[in-house]
Nanobody, 125 residues
Framework: QVQLVESGGGLVQVGGSLRLSCAAS????????MGWFRQAPGKEREFVAT????????YYADSVKGRFTISRDNAKNTVYLQMNNLKPEDTAIYHC??????????????????WGPGTQVTVSS
């Protein structure tokens, strides 16, 4: 099993920045690609970004492309989401997620095996 815990969320003004972190523990050697999803009140969960195990492949939702950057440090078992130029529509609970080792990036939440509890991001206008 892999446990994921997010941190770094909070309240920020429009145009501001936040950096989310996701620390993995447990059987981290069994995890592969990782990703971020978000869910706003009354809306379905949506894909934000994903990164391969080696970090060489990344994909982003069109709504965050050019503003968000996903990265990972496998030595620290941590994945990051740098969020710049934040907008009110970015307000949501952000969840870190991981696939089992050997599985690559995906935009589908059903492909992910491990999930963190989430961290709240609120962008005020």
């Amino acid at each position: 099993q892999v446990q994921l815990v997010e941190s770094g969320g909070g309240l920020v003004q429009v145009g501001g920045s936040l950096r989310l972190s996701c620390a993995a523990s447990g059987r981290t050697d069994s995890s592969g690609a990782m990703g971020w999803f978000r869910q706003a009140p009354g809306k379905e969960r949506e894909f934000v970004a994903t990164i391969s195990w080696g970090g060489g492949t990344t994909y982003y939702a069109d709504s965050v492309k050019g503003r968000f950057t996903i990265s990972r440090d496998n030595a620290k078992n941590t994945v990051y989401l740098q969020m710049n130029n934040l907008k009110p529509e970015d307000t949501a609970i952000y969840h870190c997620t991981a696939r089992r080792k050997g599985f690559t990036t995906s935009r589908r939440d059903n492909d992910y095996d491990y999930w963190g509890p989430g961290t709240q991001v609120t962008v005020s206008s």
